[in-house]
Nanobody, 123 residues
Framework: QVQLVESGGGLVQAGGSLRLSCAAS????????MGWFRQAPGKEREFVAA????????LYADFVKGRFTISRSNAKNTLYLQMNSLTPDDTAVYSC????????????????WGQGTQVTVSS
């Protein structure tokens, strides 16, 4: 089992930046691919970004390309999401997720989820 806890959410003005973190604990002794998702009120959860274990491959949703950057520190068991040029449309609960995977592989299905952190962008 892997436990995931997000932090770093909050209220920010449009055009501002936030950095989300996702701390992993539990059975972190093997390789895990990870990702970020978000869910806005009244909307389905949507994919934001993903990264493999060694950080050599990343994937982004079209709506965040050029604005968000996913990264990780395996030494700290932590996943990050740097979000720049935020707009009110980015307001959502952001959750991290993980799956056990080979070091260069991305997740097809996520097995572990955090509770999420609220990001609110004011206009």
């Amino acid at each position: 089992q892997v436990q995931l806890v997000e932090s770093g959410g909050g209220l920010v003005q449009a055009g501002g930046s936030l950095r989300l973190s996702c701390a992993a604990s539990g059975r972190t002794g093997r390789s895990y691919a990870m990702g970020w998702f978000r869910q806005a009120p009244g909307k389905e959860r949507e994919f934001v970004a993903a990264i493999n274990w060694i950080g050599s491959s990343t994937l982004y949703a079209d709506f965040v390309k050029g604005r968000f950057t996913i990264s990780r520190s395996n030494a700290k068991n932590t996943l990050y999401l740097q979000m720049n040029s935020l707009t009110p449309d980015d307001t959502a609960v952001y959750s991290c997720a993980a799956c056990a995977a080979a070091v260069q592989t991305m997740c097809n299905q996520y097995n572990y989820w955090g509770q999420g952190t609220q990001v609110t962008v004011s206009s």
